[in-house]
């Protein structure tokens, strides 16, 4: 295949630099305690990243599914075995209809995944800073923007006004 797309999950995502698949080498042969090494990983990302911390998972929906269910539920481990029974808890996840696309499985379903309600703003090719705003409640436990060629590239907010708003 000669990809012309860029990274993209049904061409295999991103290819292995030399250097990952060195350190995989390693240790694939040995047994390793995966909470410890999520923890370890967290660190890095976050450092890398400028985040409070980092997870990895398998693709943009596993991050999209897994990100909502931490939002919903925090640290709080009968939340997270509820799961995805959202009674009780803030389950409302917005995003901005330019940006609810598919790059291998729509965006709003990795969100629903972990038992949250979609709550789309504005237009396909348009969402302002007021819907936006009047779109967050009480019930809002997270906002999604979505950082690909997929989506709409005009009339919608920009990351910075889209987290400065939220």
Do not use: W
């Amino acid at each position: 295949v000669i990809n012309v797309s860029g990274t993209m999950t049904g061409l295999g995502a991103s290819i292995v630099v030399a250097e990952a698949i060195q350190a995989m080498t390693s240790i694939l042969p040995k047994f390793v305690e995966i909470d410890e090494l999520q923890k370890r990983a967290s660190r890095v990302i976050g450092r890398l990243c400028n985040a409070e911390a980092g997870f990895l998972t398998a693709s943009c929906s596993a991050a999209i599914t897994v990100t909502v269910a931490g939002a919903m539920t925090g640290s709080d481990l009968f939340a997270v075995e509820q799961l995805p029974d959202t009674t009780g808890l803030r389950n409302e996840v917005v995003i901005m209809t330019g940006h609810m696309v598919s790059y291998g499985a729509p965006v709003e379903q990795s969100i629903r995944l972990a038992g949250a309600k979609v709550v789309a703003v504005g237009q396909s090719t348009r969402a302002l800073a007021y819907q936006l705003a009047g779109a967050i409640t009480d019930r809002t436990a997270a906002a999604v923007y979505v950082v690909s060629h997929h989506t709409v590239q005009y009339g919608l907010l920009t990351l910075n006004e889209f987290a400065a708003i939220c």
